[in-house]
């Protein structure tokens, strides 16, 4: 279920972007992925680890707080 949500929001920020282009307004998501938190902290330490999560994003890095 959690690929069908986020394939679903992907596509609904893709179509309200179409739609609403002609009107200036620009959409955007911002989808589940890797964030600094005590489960993810040996992660964010690795530099080899977080630089092939990081790699597997559209923006090549991992989210920040």
Do not use: C
């Amino acid at each position: 279920s959690h690929g069908a949500s986020r394939a679903g929001m992907a596509q609904l920020t893709a179509l309200l972007g179409e739609v609403w282009s002609g009107s200036g307004i620009i959409t955007n998501v911002i989808g589940p992925g890797l964030f600094p938190s005590e489960l993810t902290g040996p992660v964010y330490a690795d530099v080899a680890s977080y630089a092939r999560n990081a790699d597997k994003t559209r923006i090549g890095r991992s989210g920040g707080l």
